[in-house]
């Protein structure tokens, strides 16, 4: 199956997503019936139904040992979050009242709390953060510790925790569609991660069972799909059955999903000879480029924002539209030459590595 671009500028929207949320979140300004974050939780569930999805196709295509395996998802992951970690301990610690000294922002109470825990119980963080395991932590040990210093890696502890289990998991949902047993198994082990996860914290991978596991179906959808034609009015009236039931059953993730069902509609579509318009914009230069640099922007961009912050209370500048478009240029500017400089220097040597790593222990034999 070819490289699937769409959903390479899907990453880059929901990134872009996140960020606008968090930035919105921090400005004076607010618009009525809108959420002050725009509800970007739900970009990171597309996130995590991409990760089922890239997995899946990883485990499919490179059957790879499980040393060699875990070794790239770590090479892939850790160094750029250990970069961004590091940097954000230390503006956690330079900056501790940035936040509590905000004139204003809907996230200001709560980012205050977390920054206070965060040094109050900073040793803790720092051991739980280092191996990503921050998101397995109950409140109640190390309270806000899942969104200690860089709050938005929560998301890359629950990564982490499903990239240990993913060899195990794929197959053991192959062999359930024809074993009873084993699904019968399966459904019992995810019922007791769901029971488990009441009393986890948000990152808890047993919270995100069905996100990952509609990626890894799409996986298999579309290996299904390839060696079929299928006309572009049935993929339409499907996706749009699919999406009016979600709305009518009013599944608590319908957005999320309705996203990643629509733009697989046009993925289905484009390996059908049919290219929409939806597609046009996903594969758009623009999009391409934040994709591929969409970890790097995910993890930077409160960086650039709490400086901004910072800059903007010690300058004085309180009135609401100068204040929002100053941190929104200082924001964007940062986090851009931030993940270029990421994504070259430390993103790409480390995945290259990880490459290096798997076609060595493929030639070892021979």
């Known amino acids: 199956m070819?490289?699937?671009?769409e959903y390479d500028g899907l990453r880059g929207i929901m990134a872009i997503w996140v960020f606008l949320g968090h930035f919105t979140s921090s400005i004076f300004l607010s618009i009525?019936?809108?959420?002050?974050?725009?509800?970007?939780?739900?970009?990171?569930?597309v996130f995590i139904i991409l990760s089922g999805f890239a997995i899946a196709v990883l485990i499919d295509r490179s059957h790879e040992p499980y040393g060699i395996y875990i070794a790239r998802r770590a090479l892939r992951i850790f160094p750029?979050?250990?970069?961004?970690?590091?940097a954000s301990v230390a503006i956690t610690l330079l900056l501790p009242f940035v936040w509590q000294d905000a004139p204003a922002g809907a996230m200001k109470e709560a980012r205050s709390h977390i920054l206070a825990s965060s040094i109050s119980y900073f040793w803790p963080n720092i051991a739980t953060h280092i191996p990503a395991l921050h998101s397995l932590i109950p409140d109640r040990i190390i309270p806000q510790g899942e969104y200690a210093f860089l709050g938005q890696a929560w998301s890359i502890s629950l990564e982490w925790q499903f990239y240990l289990i993913a060899p195990f998991v794929i197959p053991a949902l192959l062999a359930a569609r024809r074993s009873w047993s084993m699904a019968l198994g399966l459904l019992a082990v995810f019922l007791v991660l769901a029971f488990i996860g009441r009393a986890m914290p948000m990152g808890f991978v047993g919270r995100y069972a069905i996100f990952f596991a509609i990626g890894i179906a799409t996986h298999h959808l579309l290996n299904w799909q390839k060696t079929r034609s299928i006309q572009i009015s049935t993929i339409a009236t499907i996706a749009i059955f699919v999406i009016g039931a979600l709305v009518l059953l009013r599944v608590p993730s319908v957005l999320p999903i309705s996203i990643w069902v629509a733009v697989s509609a046009c993925v289905l579509a484009h390996i059908n000879a049919y290219k929409s318009r939806l597609s046009q914009l996903l594969t758009s230069r623009v999009a391409l480029w934040i994709g591929e640099r969409s970890y790097s922007v995910y993890l930077a961009h409160m960086i650039p924002l709490t400086i901004g912050m910072n800059a903007l209370e010690k300058a004085g500048i309180e009135e609401p539209i100068t204040h929002a478009v100053s941190l929104l240029i200082i924001t964007v500017l940062g986090t851009a030459a931030l993940a270029y400089l990421s994504f070259r220097w430390i993103e790409q040597p480390f995945q290259r590595l990880g490459k290096q790593l798997s076609t060595r222990a493929q030639q070892a034999p021979a």
């Open 80 to 86: 750029v979050y250990w970069v961004y970690l590091s």
């Open 32 to 45: 009525p019936h809108i959420p002050a974050n725009l509800s970007n939780r739900q970009a990171v569930d």
């Open 2 to 5: 070819r490289h699937i671009r």
